[in-house]
Structures are given as C-alpha cells and as structure tokens.
C-alpha cells in the first residue's frame, strides 16, 4: 500500500515568504506528526494529531509555525514570514492508534528560504 | 525533553560489535529505534515497552532498563547495510499518548 506522502519534495523560498507543507498519511492512521530535521542534526518534534483531539503543539518553534488537519487525513504545515533558520528537511510521519505500533515517515520537504 | 544519545559516532568493521545508548532524565513508558539512511526517511526497528521483553531485528537487538531510564542498541556481527543513523525516540510515562521525542542520532559507518 501506499507510504505517507509529501509535497514538495523541495521548496525554495524567499525570506519572508509564507510556504505550506502538505503531508498525506497513510490510509486508517489516525496518529499524525511533524517533525523538522536540520543539516546533520536530530528530529525536533514539532507537532501531532491523534484524532479529534486537541493537536499537542508543543513543539512549535514560534506562532510563525501553524498546522491543521483537515477531515483527520491530510495535514497542512505552514510557516509565516520564513527565515532562513527555517530551513531543514520537515519530516511528516503517521501511525496506528496502539502503543506498539510504529511510525512511518514520508520522504520529507527540503525548505530551502534564500 | 530530548533523550541523549551516545556515542555521537562510530566506525566499524565489518564483523565488528558495537552499542548505542540513548538515555532519559524522565521515567519512560516507551522506547522506538529507527534507523535513517543518508537522503532517505527514518525506518522503524523496534520498539520496547515499559515491562515488555529484549527485542530483535535481525543481528540488532535492543533492550530496556526502566530503572535507570535508558535503552541500548546492541550492533552484532555488523553489516555494510548498518551503516545509517540511529535515532532513539522515547515517550514518557506523563507524556500524552503519541508524543515521541526524538534524540540527536548516533551515525555509524560500516567499513569492508
């Protein structure tokens, strides 16, 4: 079956430019996540979605960053004002609602902001 | 807060051992193991509950010591396909159902 899917794959942007980052999970996941990986550095949890539930968004670096999730699939990360800082790979990741179950990761955005 | 990975780095031989640590300032209810390959997505390993068993995937196996709040990957008989990152993603006992937090990685390289 189908993985979890992102687009773009690469965005290049002008500082100050607002971008949208979508990521379209995998079919039946209810577990939605981003994550932003920085050259060479590790996987800073940014936000996640279970369901109808309240988002935990608690890894958010500043209110210039913003996501939803429409209808509990597709999920939209949108990042105001860019600055190049925020450039790195953001990795969208899905998974089963049971606690030994894994997550599954897209092939990522490259942010590129010039 | 992050858990902390250790080594950063290691080079191995082909045929070589070698361990990752990945330790938690917090109690942890669940440890994941991923592995990421340069340009590609993390791939899941294993994951190890709190009061679950040693678990294994192929000649990497992991376990899970809930005391001392630290989980270790053990590289057996390395192979060339082991080269990667390894990423440890831990949830807390007090942490909401899916929030995993993620260490800085630990790459190995894997040399003939």
């Given at each position: 079956g189908a993985g979890v899917s992102q687009s773009p794959s690469n965005k290049v942007t002008e500082k100050g430019k607002d971008v949208e980052l979508r990521c379209d999970p995998i079919s039946g996941h209810t577990a939605l996540y981003w994550y932003r990986q920085s050259l060479g550095q590790g996987l800073e949890f940014l936000i996640y979605f279970q369901g109808n539930s309240a988002p935990d968004k608690s890894g958010l670096p500043s209110d210039r960053f913003s996501a939803e999730r429409t209808g509990g699939s597709v999920s939209t990360l949108t990042i105001q004002r860019t600055q190049?800082?925020?450039?790195?790979?953001y990795l969208c990741a899905s998974r089963r609602t049971v606690d030994n179950s894994p997550l599954h990761f897209g092939n990522g955005t490259r942010l590129t902001v010039t | 807060q992050q858990p902390v990975q250790s080594p950063?780095?290691?080079?191995?031989r082909e045929g070589e051992d070698a361990v990752i640590n990945c330790s938690s300032s917090k109690a942890l209810y669940s440890v994941h193991w991923y592995r990421?390959?340069?340009?590609e997505a993390p791939v899941f390993l294993?994951?190890?509950l709190k009061g679950g068993e040693?678990?294994?995937h192929e000649k990497i196996s992991a376990s899970f010591n809930e005391k001392k709040q630290q989980s270790s990957l053990y590289l057996t008989a390395s192979q060339l396909s082991y080269s990667g990152t390894y990423f440890c993603g831990t949830r807390g006992t007090t942490d909401s159902w899916g929030k995993f937090q993620f260490g800085a990685g630990t790459q190995v390289v894997v040399t003939p």
């Open positions: 190049q800082e925020d450039s790195a790979v | 950063q780095a290691v080079i191995l990421q390959k340069h340009g294993m994951i190890l040693q678990m294994r």
